[in-house]
T-cell receptor, first 114, second 113 residues
């Protein structure tokens, strides 16, 4: 079964609203999680590194005020897309490190902004 | 920065062998990984090369040449279910002790009957 769970798997929101996506590590504690975005037929682009108990580290070109990341516990990171626009419609996926240096990916979340 | 280039599409028939190449430019190197992703799904780990040479895992093999900054994924006895996108990936050398991955451009493999 999945060791990293994302929720929701699909979400539709209206333009201008905010939407939150959760990433949970189920069987291990993850001090670090990663958020990726993937547009159709493109590669996975790293957005940010989520650090438990501290601020996220954003990749160049990613707006930190638009993509809010919170990693308040060792098993949960959340990504909030604020003031969503249709161009934010994408597949968002998280990953987490286990202590065994294995990477686990969540199932991904499809966001559609209408 | 880091860049990993792959062919955008490859087509092959069932039972055949296909090779997907990956050339990379990175400022540091901690090994090359390969992932499979079916449409709408999460990436699935396939193989990892830290050192030069061939790693074999069932029908999948991966090769690395660090001197050439090049690697490839070899899929044998192709099956229809192998139709998917394949990504090479490296660990970001500035990611510290974490598994911060940088993915290649991706290759869409279409297996035909």
């Amino acid at each position: 079964g999945a060791v990293v769970s994302q929720h929701p798997s699909r979400v539709i929101c209206k333009s201008g609203t905010s939407v939150k996506i959760e990433c949970r590590s189920l069987d291990f504690q993850a001090t670090t999680m990663f958020w990726y975005r993937q547009f159709p037929k493109q590669s996975l682009m790293l957005m940010a590194t989520s650090n438990e108990g501290s601020k996220a580290t954003y990749e160049q070109g990613v707006e930190k005020d638009k993509f809010l990341i919170n990693h308040a516990s060792l098993t949960l990171s959340t990504l909030t897309v604020t003031s969503a626009h249709p161009e934010d419609s994408s597949f968002y996926i998280c990953s987490a490190d286990s202590s065994g240096n294995t990477i686990y990916f969540g199932e991904g979340s499809w966001l559609t902004v209408v | 920065g880091q860049s990993l280039e792959q062919p955008s599409e490859v087509t092959a028939v069932e039972g055949a062998i296909v090779q997907i190449n990956c050339t990379y430019q990175t400022s540091g190197f901690y090994g090359l990984s390969w992932y499979q992703q079916h449409d709408g799904g999460a990436p699935t780990f396939l193989s990892y090369n830290a050192l030069d040479g061939l790693e074999e895992t069932g029908r999948f093999s991966s090769f690395l040449s660090r001197s050439d900054s090049y690697g490839y994924l070899l899929l044998q006895e192709l099956q229809m279910k192998d139709s998917a996108s394949y990504f090479c990936a490296v660990r970001d050398p500035y990611g510290g002790a974490t598994n911060k991955l940088i993915f290649g451009t991706g290759t869409l493999l279409a297996v035909q009957p």
